[in-house]
């Protein structure tokens, strides 16, 4: 297997105060909410539970890497402004040290600093970047800890408070490879038909050297990895609508430095694409390596396209006597250009309500439909809901067959048949005619 080639892509030395061999891991408990069910307002501290800092080389200092730290509040109906993030890390003593960021006043030990988060979001948006390495002294297994407290303006009593020592990250010095790749921002807009790059590099942060890394890949069925290496192996899209693809270089990444692919990696956005996702990362070749930080190994890509997805369904005429079964079969069509899917629930993206003709019982239903009611259903009505498959790729074309008894002969006896979006919630923006997104299915047409 060829090595990649490292020649202008390997850079060495980089700059201490942007990289380093942090691990932030599992936000689940390093969350202290202030507030009880009484209240309509709290206040929420949204930092890693646990960090990993590599040691110092001899002679050398430690890189530093960014720890990152937020306040949230719960309630998305108020406004809550002036967060005030209390960070103390007397406890790191003897194992790391901190440089604190512009936004963070520290006291004269500087040990314990306030930082100003301005106003506080819903959703965890980091707030503080506190830069942390270990300290030249500080051996691999050495432990200490940061401790939060925060309040703000807000809530029905004016002041909103998580307090100290509910929140805590545990920093331990370590040893290791940490591989890590860059996140693009989030795109709209993109014309179908263009051209994407993704990634061109991986860098090593640990103290150790990576013999060789791993890219992993998985893209949506409206993109395709363009570019090709000797080193990789693809599969899909299968039945998921993803493509997966691994590529594996015997390149060995040292510590400190970045290293080029032999060609930047590129992504086509088709001609059918709508709503896409192009996951990536990055890991070391030998499987026994554990990287230190996992935090920027992976990176999940979002892509829209400027496209649209002509949704439509079509009706039925049928006749019986009292008594008789009748096969009433409506249709859903993607007339394209795209597909489109929710690739971040992976729920389907579009659901059918049916409602039967009056008179009628049905007797036999399509396996993807259930009985259902919804606000102003009439009470007599008999409503069915049923879902199609979680992606609809162009021109998909779906039967529904519903077989039905006539109990009672009614002329002209119609059920509407009616394309929505599977939450309900929103639109289906994309889809340009809405006037086909419903029909009829009718039982003895008196014409």
């Given at each position: 297997?060829?090595?990649l080639?490292?020649?202008r ?5 980089l ?6 061999a942090l691990?932030l891991?599992?936000f689940g408990?390093?969350?202290a ?7 309509s307002?709290?206040l929420a501290i ?14 050398g200092a430690?890189?530093y890497?960014?720890l990152?730290?937020g306040?949230t509040?719960e309630?998305?109906?108020t406004?809550?402004t002036?967060g005030r993030?209390t ?9 790391a040290?901190v440089a ?8 004269d030990?500087?040990t314990?600093a306030?930082c100003?988060?301005g106003?506080?979001?819903n959703r965890h ?6 830069k942390?390495r270990a ?5 691999v ?6 401790e939060?407290?925060?309040e703000?303006?807000?809530g029905p009593?004016?002041t909103?408070v998580?307090p ?9 010095v370590a040893?290791g ?5 860059s996140?693009?921002e989030?795109v709209t807009g993109v ?6 790059t993704?990634l061109?590099s ?21 993109l395709?990895v363009s570019?090709?290496?000797?080193q990789?192996t693809?599969t899909g ?7 997966h693809v ?8 040292p ?6 692919l ?9 001609g059918?694409?709508l709503y896409e ?7 070391p070749?030998d ?5 230190l930080d ?8 979002r ?10 369904v079509?009706g039925?005429?049928v006749s019986?006597?009292a008594?008789d ?8 069509v ?8 929710d ?7 579009v ?7 009056e ?14 009611t919804?606000p ?15 992606w609809?790729?162009p021109?998909?074309?779906v039967?529904f ?15 509407r048949?009616?394309?929505r979006s599977y939450s309900?919630a929103r639109?289906l923006?994309?889809d ?16």
């Open positions: 297997m060829s090595s080639s490292a020649g892509g390997l850079r060495r030395g700059c201490a105060g942007a990289v380093g691990v891991t599992g408990s390093g969350v909410f202030a507030g009880s069910a009484a209240q307002d709290a949204r930092a890693p539970r646990n960090a990993t800092v590599t040691a110092a080389p001899e002679g430690a890189q890497r960014s990152a730290v306040l509040h309630n998305r109906e406004t809550v002036d993030l960070v103390d890390v007397s406890g790191l003593a003897g194992v040290e604190w960021p512009g936004n963070c006043s520290p006291d030990t500087g314990v306030v100003d988060t106003d506080v979001p948006s980091p707030s503080v970047l506190l942390v300290v030249s002294e500080a051996g297994g050495a432990q200490g800890s940061i939060y407290s925060a703000a303006t807000g009593d004016g909103l998580a100290g020592g509910s929140v805590r990250t545990s920093v331990t040893s490879v940490d591989l890590g790749v996140a693009p989030d014309a179908p038909g263009s051209s994407l993704v061109s991986v860098t090593n942060t640990g103290n150790e050297t990576a013999h060789g890394f791993t890219v992993s890949m998985l893209s949506t069925y409206g395709d570019t090709r290496y000797p990789c693809s899209p299968g039945s998921s609508g993803f493509t691994t590529c594996s270089f015997d390149t060995d990444v510590p400190g430095a970045t290293v080029e032999p060609e930047p990696l590129r992504l086509g956005v088709t059918h694409a996702r192009f996951e990536y990362g990055v890991q070749a499987e026994t390596v554990a990287d996992g935090s920027d190994n992976n990176h999940t890509w892509i829209g396209a400027d496209n649209t997805a002509d949704f439509s079509k039925t005429q019986g006597a008594g079964t009748v096969t009433t079969a409506f249709r859903f993607n007339n394209g250009p795209a597909w489109a899917a690739v971040t629930s992976g729920d389907p993206l659901a059918i309500d049916f409602y039967l003709p008179g009628t019982t049905a007797t036999s239903v399509p396996r993807t439909c259930r009985t259902t919804a102003g259903d009439a009470p007599d009505a008999v409503h069915y809901v049923c879902t199609l498959p979680t609809t790729t021109d998909l074309d039967s067959p519903f077989v039905l008894r006539v109990d009672r002969v009614v002329p002209d006896a119609t059920g048949v009616v394309a309900g639109p923006s994309f340009p005619d809405t006037t086909n997104n419903s029909a009829v299915v009718v039982v003895n047409p008196s014409v």
